[in-house]
Every structure is written in structure tokens, then in C-alpha cells.
């Protein structure tokens, strides 16, 4: 704890710094704004726009963060059914595995094309494009947890009298649901890049939008807190992931230690 | 090789008992390699048998045969219910049949009372009536705790209700596992070197634990009832066999396959079946006063090169016949 708030001191320090030698050579630089000039940018997101009276950060946010939770909750619900029925059925496994296996190593950014043609350049399509990206990594993880649950579980389930769908909802789905929230998780990252990047690209709203725009304008006074924005927001989320994990699965983090 | 027909009596007394498990001509092969040959089995209720043989012989196979993960190549796997349902063949697992694992496999997100409670609720009820009648389901999910609770009680684990598998000890997990087969009452409970995993002293412990559910068997038996616990125990501890059991029967592949006309090595088969000492729960374990039969059991079974009849040691229903049979179907 005392060693990351150091770092984290560091950090500032040196940004301090740099910014105060840059503005001794340049006192109009904005590359690297001074603790004034960041303060600024803050105001400048937060008040309302003179002339729309929108406030940035709000839009923004409303934009991006709908477009990421709407795009992953298709793909990880998507990822869920193929991946349960990829684990479950061979014949599914067999059909799906290849297909999932190269679409996994197309960059979704890369099809923003297709995308745009086929769902248009609305809501839909970074719901699509986050969706389609993570859905071919989360449905293999999924698949692979499935697998990982013991057959003598599956066995002693339906020796105690269970149906087919009480094995995968009682047991398989349970089993498998720390890997999943971890794997999940693990998606908020790959979701904002491919996000971020298609704002950059084709949004008139969102923070990939506002980066753009205002990274032209050599604006970073409101670059960076927007950054930290996106930081703290991924910090989180993280954490918020793992609260959850650490509640629903309770048994889970102390199986891991004692195995 | 047929532990039933050996003689008109044997053949008479197992018609005379009730019969709870019968292995019919079972053959089994994974491809080309033949595993079990020709087990023809009858457990009765209130049993517990101990299934002894040489590693790789096909204990396990059997076991799973049983339970219908692995359904045999050839003949057949009944179960006699006790509800007076009838004969039905083994086709996959069912709730008639409680299994106990060497690992435990308890369910690690459930504690040690909801995993017992777990049958109850995969019996009773279903994924619909817990969604839209959750009332009902609450009342009757009350009754499943309550259940599992006394049945962890009886073995000992009244302060483990609410702990995670990973917080108990191997003899305790065993103990949730054999709580969870047994609040299922089944037919007959099948035990796959359940106390391999555990030392010395929990595995005494846990044999007097199966001792006492025998002496259930015995007082049941007395008091003109059904006896409520049948079981088929997988061990490869001879003792545990003796000690535990009120019947061996040795698994083994080396046999006199030749004699029969066989060219190629056919599996395992039958080759020892008699009824095991019947001890009571506060008899002191005397292991010398089974060593006579123990070196029987080694030499019959576990030698490679012995070349054992099936037929010389199938003794089990030809003493139950003559009376000479100790325990419940004595």
C-alpha cells in the first residue's frame, strides 16, 4: 500500500516536473498542461457547453457507456449459450469450434466496415463490433470451463435425480461462474479499445469521439482528465468484478487457496 | 464364473431373498480390449459387499456399469425396487443409485448441509416449480435443510453444517459424501475406494461409521423390516474388505480362460465369492483371525499366476443356502 501510494507520488512528482521545464520554454504549451491548465479542462467538461449547453462529460458518458454494456451484454449472453452448448454437445463443439477459432483472430476494429454496411453507424453497430469481439474469446473460455467440470459431478448430479437442464443450471453453470466473471472481467479492456477506437473513427459522441477532436486541437488539458476518466473507470470496474465474484461465489477464493 | 447356479440350493436361496442388484452375463470392452467378462452378480438388501481385485482389473468399470455412465458391451445391469415398482435394467444413472467417490466430488459451491439437501431438491422438485412457485419451494426447501441437517448429525457433523468443502478435512468431506448418497435412500449405495484418499485413523473411523449403519441393517432385519442400507464397496485393502463387508467378491483376470476355450485373454471375471466375518460395532479388530482367508483372497485374486476356477470359490450363495451365512441373510 505504502509502496503504490510512492509510485503513484512519483508519478505526479515527475509529471509536475515536465510540465513546469515545458512551460518555462513554452508558457502557451498545452501538450503538457500545468496543474492550472488541467483544472481548466476539468471545468471545461463538466459546465455546459456555451453554445449546445450539453455538459461533455455527461454526453460522453451516457453514449460510451451504453454502447459497452449493451455490446458486451450481447456478446457475454451469446458467449454463455455457445459456449454451454459447445461444452455440453460434441456435435455443437465440433460444428462451432473452428468457425469461433478464426473469428477470434480478426480484429473487430478491422471489420468496422462491415459493420458500418450491415447495421449502420448507430447504436447498433458498436453494440455489434464489441459484441462480435468478445464473444469468439469468451465463448472458447466458457466452452473450456465447461470441460474443466468434473464428470463424477455430472454423475453424482444425476444420481441424485437431476434433469438434463438441472445439470447445466445446477451444476455446470454454477461451477463454471467465478471463470466466467473473471473472463468477463477480462473483457471490459479488449470492449473499451475496440469502442474507443471505432468513436475515434465514425462517433460524433462518446470519448473516443472527444479524444480525437480535442487531441487535434492539442486541447490535452482536457485530454488527460478524460483519461483518467477512462482509468478510473476500468480500475472499477475491475474491482467491482471481483467484489462480485467474491460474493456470488464465496466458496471460490478459498478453494483456490487451500488447492 | 456364475455365483448363482452353482447348485440347486444356491440357485433356491438366492430366489428365497430379495434381491436388490443383479450384474446378468455383463461383458465389457473399450475397442478392442476386453475388460469384464461374464459377471453375474446378485447383491441382496442390506449387504455390504466389497468388491476386491488386482489394479487395472475393472473394478471401477463395473462400478460405473452400475451406476449407467458406462453402460456394459454386453448382457445386462437390474435393479429390484423396493417400493414394489418392480425390475428395471440400468440404461443410465438414476436416484436409485447413490454413489460415493475416493474424491468426495461434493459440490463445491454448496456447503456441507446445502450438498446434502442438493438430492432432495434435484428429486422433489424442478427448474419451474422453483422459478414461479417460490413460496412453495421455500416451505419445502426448509424441510430439505432440516433433513440434511439430522442426516449430518447421525455421522457426526452437526458443526460443519455451513462449511464450504474446502473447509473440511478429507474424513469430513467423505462423511457429507456419504450423507448425501444415503438421505436419497437408494437401492443400494456404490462406494468407489471411498477411503483411499484418507489416513489410517479416519479411515477406522469411517469403517465404524459403515459398521453402524450394518448394525441398522441387522436390527431392521430383526424387527421383520427391509434393511435400509445396501452397499457395493470398492477397495483394494483386503482388510477394509473383511472388516467392513459380510461378503467378498475378488475381481481378477488371471483365471483358467484357457480351460474354457477362450483364445485370447476375455477380462476379468468372478473368481471369488464368500461371505466376510460380520463384525459388531464394538468388537476389537482383530486382523490375525482373518488371515486365513485374507491369503486365500491374495492367492485366488491378486496372483498372476494363479489360474483360478471361477467356479472353486463361488461359495456365497451355497452358504447362504446351507445356513451357513452370518448377518442379514443369514
Given at each position: 500500500?505504502?509502496?503504490?501510494?510512492?509510485?503513484?507520488?512519483?508519478?505526479?512528482?515527475?509529471?509536475?516536473?515536465?510540465?513546469?521545464?515545458?512551460?518555462?520554454?513554452?508558457?502557451?504549451?498545452?501538450?503538457?498542461?500545468?496543474?492550472?491548465?488541467?483544472?481548466?479542462?476539468?471545468?471545461?467538461?463538466?459546465?455546459?457547453?456555451?453554445?449546445?449547453?450539453?455538459?461533455?462529460?455527461?454526453?460522453?458518458?451516457?453514449?460510451?457507456?451504453?454502447?459497452?454494456?449493451?455490446?458486451?451484454?450481447?456478446?457475454?449472453?451469446?458467449?454463455?449459450?455457445?459456449?454451454?452448448?459447445?461444452?455440453?454437445?460434441?456435435?455443437?463443439?465440433?460444428?462451432?469450434?473452428?468457425?469461433?477459432?478464426?473469428?477470434?483472430?480478426?480484429?473487430?476494429?478491422?471489420?468496422?466496415?462491415?459493420?458500418?454496411?450491415?447495421?449502420?453507424?448507430?447504436?447498433?453497430?458498436?453494440?455489434?463490433?464489441?459484441?462480435?469481439?468478445?464473444?469468439?474469446?469468451?465463448?472458447?473460455?466458457?466452452?473450456?470451463?465447461?470441460?474443466?467440470?468434473?464428470?463424477?459431478?455430472?454423475?453424482?448430479?444425476?444420481?441424485?435425480?437431476?434433469?438434463?437442464?438441472?445439470?447445466?443450471?445446477?451444476?455446470?453453470?454454477?461451477?463454471?461462474?467465478?471463470?466466467?466473471?473473471?473472463?468477463?472481467?477480462?473483457?471490459?479492456?479488449?470492449?473499451?479499445?475496440?469502442?474507443?477506437?471505432?468513436?475515434?473513427?465514425?462517433?460524433?459522441?462518446?470519448?473516443?469521439?472527444?479524444?480525437?477532436?480535442?487531441?487535434?486541437?492539442?486541447?490535452?488539458?482536457?485530454?488527460?482528465?478524460?483519461?483518467?476518466?477512462?482509468?478510473?473507470?476500468?480500475?472499477?470496474?475491475?474491482?467491482?468484478?471481483?467484489?462480485?465474484?467474491?460474493?456470488?461465489?464465496?466458496?471460490?477464493?478459498?478453494?483456490?487457496?487451500?488447492? | 464364473?456364475?455365483?448363482?447356479?452353482?447348485?440347486?440350493?444356491?440357485?433356491?436361496?438366492?430366489?428365497?431373498?430379495?434381491?436388490?442388484?443383479?450384474?446378468?452375463?455383463?461383458?465389457?470392452?473399450?475397442?478392442?480390449?476386453?475388460?469384464?467378462?461374464?459377471?453375474?452378480?446378485?447383491?441382496?438388501?442390506g449387504q455390504i459387499v466389497a468388491l476386491v481385485?488386482?489394479?487395472?482389473?475393472?473394478?471401477?468399470?463395473?462400478?460405473?456399469?452400475?451406476?449407467?455412465?458406462?453402460?456394459?458391451?454386453?448382457?445386462?445391469?437390474?435393479?429390484?425396487?423396493?417400493?414394489?415398482?418392480?425390475?428395471?435394467?440400468?440404461?443410465?444413472?438414476?436416484?436409485?443409485?447413490g454413489m460415493v467417490y475416493q474424491r468426495y466430488?461434493?459440490?463445491?459451491?454448496?456447503?456441507?448441509?446445502?450438498?446434502?439437501?442438493?438430492?432432495?431438491?434435484?428429486?422433489?422438485?424442478?427448474?419451474?416449480?422453483?422459478?414461479?412457485?417460490?413460496?412453495?419451494?421455500?416451505?419445502?426447501?426448509?424441510?430439505?435443510?432440516?433433513?440434511?441437517?439430522?442426516?449430518?448429525?447421525?455421522?457426526?457433523?452437526?458443526?460443519?453444517?455451513?462449511?464450504?468443502?474446502?473447509?473440511?478435512?478429507?474424513?469430513?468431506?467423505?462423511?457429507?459424501?456419504?450423507?448425501?448418497?444415503?438421505?436419497?435412500?437408494?437401492?443400494?449405495?456404490?462406494?468407489?475406494?471411498?477411503?483411499?484418499?484418507?489416513?489410517?485413523?479416519?479411515?477406522?473411523?469411517?469403517?465404524?461409521?459403515?459398521?453402524?449403519?450394518?448394525?441398522?441393517?441387522?436390527?431392521?432385519?430383526?424387527?421383520?423390516?427391509?434393511?435400509?442400507?445396501?452397499?457395493?464397496?470398492?477397495?483394494?485393502?483386503?482388510?477394509?474388505?473383511?472388516?467392513?463387508?459380510?461378503?467378498?467378491?475378488?475381481?481378477?483376470?488371471?483365471?483358467?480362460?484357457?480351460?474354457?476355450?477362450?483364445?485370447?485373454?476375455?477380462?476379468?471375471?468372478?473368481?471369488?465369492?464368500?461371505?466376510?466375518?460380520?463384525?459388531?460395532?464394538?468388537?476389537?479388530?482383530?486382523?490375525?483371525?482373518?488371515?486365513?482367508?485374507?491369503?486365500?483372497?491374495?492367492?485366488?485374486?491378486?496372483?498372476?499366476?494363479?489360474?483360478?476356477?471361477?467356479?472353486?470359490?463361488?461359495?456365497?450363495?451355497?452358504?447362504?443356502?446351507?445356513?451357513?451365512?452370518?448377518?442379514?441373510?443369514?
Open positions: 500500500m505504502v509502496l503504490g501510494l510512492l509510485a503513484v507520488g512519483l508519478l505526479l512528482g515527475g509529471y509536475t516536473y515536465l510540465s513546469h521545464r515545458q512551460h518555462i520554454e513554452n508558457p502557451e504549451d498545452t501538450t503538457i498542461p500545468s496543474w492550472s491548465q488541467l483544472k481548466e479542462g476539468v471545468v471545461k467538461a463538466v459546465q455546459p457547453h456555451p453554445r449546445s449547453g450539453e455538459r461533455w462529460v455527461v454526453v460522453d458518458s451516457k453514449a460510451t457507456l451504453s454502447r459497452l454494456f449493451l455490446g458486451l451484454l450481447c456478446g457475454v449472453l451469446g458467449a454463455v449459450f455457445l459456449g454451454i452448448l459447445m461444452g455440453c454437445s460434441a456435435t455443437v463443439e465440433a460444428l462451432l469450434v473452428p468457425p469461433l477459432s478464426l473469428f477470434a483472430q480478426v480484429p473487430p476494429t478491422a471489420m468496422l466496415a462491415v459493420f458500418f454496411v450491415l447495421v449502420g453507424t448507430d447504436t447498433e453497430m458498436y453494440v455489434a463490433m464489441i459484441a462480435f469481439g468478445v464473444l469468439p474469446t469468451l465463448a472458447q473460455t466458457v466452452h473450456l470451463s465447461v470441460r474443466d467440470v468434473p464428470e463424477e459431478l455430472l454423475y453424482k448430479a444425476y444420481t441424485l435425480g437431476a434433469s438434463h437442464a438441472e445439470v447445466v443450471w445446477n451444476v455446470i453453470v454454477r461451477h463454471m461462474l467465478p471463470k466466467l466473471i473473471d473472463a468477463v472481467r477480462l473483457q471490459f479492456g479488449p470492449a473499451m479499445v475496440f469502442l474507443i477506437a471505432a468513436e475515434m473513427v465514425v462517433g460524433d459522441v462518446g470519448f473516443g469521439y472527444r479524444i480525437r477532436l480535442l487531441s487535434r486541437l492539442l486541447d490535452m488539458g482536457v485530454v488527460y482528465p478524460y483519461l483518467f476518466y477512462l482509468m478510473m473507470f476500468g480500475f472499477l470496474m475491475n474491482v467491482g468484478m471481483k467484489q462480485l465474484q467474491r460474493l456470488v461465489c464465496r466458496w471460490h477464493d478459498g478453494g483456490r487457496r487451500s488447492s | 464364473m456364475n455365483s448363482a447356479t452353482g447348485t440347486v440350493g444356491a440357485a433356491a436361496a438366492v430366489q428365497r431373498h430379495d434381491i436388490v442388484l443383479q450384474c446378468i452375463n455383463l461383458h465389457h470392452r473399450f475397442g478392442a480390449k476386453k475388460v469384464l467378462h461374464d459377471i453375474n452378480l446378485r447383491i441382496g438388501r481385485g488386482p489394479s487395472g482389473c475393472g473394478k471401477s468399470t463395473l462400478l460405473r456399469a452400475i451406476v449407467g455412465t458406462h453402460p456394459p458391451s454386453e448382457g445386462h445391469i437390474a435393479m429390484h425396487s423396493g417400493n414394489g415398482s418392480g425390475v428395471q435394467v440400468v440404461r443410465s444413472p438414476g436416484r436409485d443409485r466430488s461434493l459440490f463445491p459451491f454448496l456447503t456441507a448441509q446445502q450438498n446434502v439437501a442438493f438430492g432432495p431438491m434435484l428429486d422433489e422438485t424442478s427448474i419451474p416449480f422453483r422459478t414461479f412457485r417460490p413460496f412453495a419451494w421455500r416451505q419445502l426447501r426448509r424441510r430439505h435443510l432440516r433433513a440434511a441437517e439430522e442426516m449430518l448429525v447421525r455421522v457426526g457433523l452437526q458443526d460443519a453444517l455451513r462449511k464450504y468443502p474446502h473447509e473440511l478435512s478429507g474424513g469430513m468431506c467423505q462423511r457429507v459424501a456419504i450423507a448425501q448418497a444415503m438421505i436419497m435412500r437408494p437401492e443400494v449405495m456404490l462406494m468407489d475406494e471411498p477411503f483411499g484418499a484418507l489416513d489410517e485413523a479416519t479411515r477406522e473411523d469411517l469403517q465404524r461409521m459403515l459398521l453402524s449403519l450394518y448394525g441398522e441393517n441387522l436390527k431392521a432385519k430383526q424387527a421383520g423390516e427391509k434393511p435400509p442400507y445396501t452397499m457395493l464397496l470398492v477397495t483394494h485393502e483386503l482388510n477394509e474388505a473383511l472388516y467392513v463387508g459380510d461378503r467378498v467378491v475378488g475381481l481378477s483376470q488371471y483365471w483358467n480362460w484357457e480351460d474354457y476355450g477362450i483364445r485370447r485373454p476375455p477380462g476379468a471375471t468372478v473368481v471369488y465369492d464368500d461371505t466376510a466375518p460380520v463384525h459388531g460395532l464394538d468388537q476389537v479388530r482383530d486382523f490375525e483371525r482373518l488371515r486365513e482367508q485374507r491369503e486365500t483372497i491374495r492367492r485366488v485374486v491378486f496372483d498372476p499366476e494363479a489360474r483360478t476356477d471361477p467356479a472353486e470359490h463361488d461359495l456365497f450363495w451355497k452358504k447362504v443356502a446351507d445356513g451357513r451365512a452370518e448377518g442379514v441373510l443369514a
